[in-house]
């Protein structure tokens, strides 16, 4: 069966300083990789997509970046953090076929940025 | 641009009480339409999702959906809530390569 994997689950960052999460899939190949934000009060927001390694499309522009390095790994990072960047992150991860477009979750970073 | 629209945000119901919430969406063309929920704690997890054909859905829990093209609605029922049944609930819809979420409606069920 498949899993994801995100961390870390919590962290506390000053502003100005760099990020970096990560995400990984296991149990299935060339997934559909997903980046999303959920803010206090509202709904999830995707950030980016990538339907492959080295491929990555941005839905807003921001202060973040995400990488693909490797077919299960999903990165978003950023060199500078500001306070709005705080948040819940969610990685997750759909078929490569988009045969059912259902997307499967991770367990989110608690990111707050101070 | 496709978005959706959850009218309630903070549901309060008692135990045996029925649920009904409340999704709109805005979208042209054809869609697949999510319900997602996030218990206290736990990861975001597929409650149901309507692909085609009969527009009445059946998810886990006793959960049901009904999607109504004519109002572009795809609103959430449950005939008796259950106090584990608290969680943020995030209607969906997916109209090309991603998932746009409603801003999800938090229930609270009171033994």
């Known amino acids: 069966s498949q899993t994801i994997h995100q961390w870390p689950a919590t962290l506390v960052q000053p502003v100005g300083s760099p990020l970096s999460l990560e995400c990984t899939v296991e149990?299935?190949?060339?997934?559909?990789l997903y980046w999303y934000r959920q803010a206090a009060g509202r709904g999830l927001q995707l950030l980016f997509y990538?339907?492959?390694?080295?491929?990555i499309s941005s839905e807003v522009p921001q202060n973040l970046s995400a990488s693909r390095p490797q077919d299960r790994q999903f990165i978003l990072s950023s060199k500078k953090l500001l306070l709005s960047d705080s948040g819940f992150y969610l990685c997750?991860?759909?078929?490569?076929?988009?045969?059912?477009?259902?997307?499967?979750f991770g367990p989110g970073t608690r990111l707050t940025v101070l | 641009a496709q978005s959706v629209s959850q009218h309630n945000h903070h549901v309060i119901l008692s135990e045996a009480a029925s649920l009904e919430l409340g999704c709109n969406y805005s979208?042209?063309?054809?869609?697949?339409l999510f319900w997602y929920v996030q218990y206290p704690g736990q990861h975001l997890q597929l409650l149901l999702k309507?692909?085609?054909?009969?527009?009445l859905v059946k998810g886990i829990k006793g959960f049901e959906a009904e999607f109504i093209k004519s109002k572009f609605s795809f609103n959430l029922r449950k005939p008796s809530v259950q106090w584990s049944d608290t969680a943020e609930y995030f209607c969906?819809?997916?109209?090309?390569?991603?998932?746009?979420f409603g801003s999800g409606t938090r229930l609270q069920v009171q033994p």
């Open positions: 969906a819809v997916n109209g090309w390569r991603a998932l746009t």
């Open positions: 979208y042209g063309g054809t869609v697949n």
């Open positions: 990538s339907v492959g390694i080295g491929q």
């Open positions: 309507y692909f085609s054909g009969d527009p």
């Open positions: 997750a991860w759909s078929a490569p076929d988009w045969s059912t477009d259902t997307q499967y």
């Open positions: 149990g299935t190949s060339n997934p559909n």
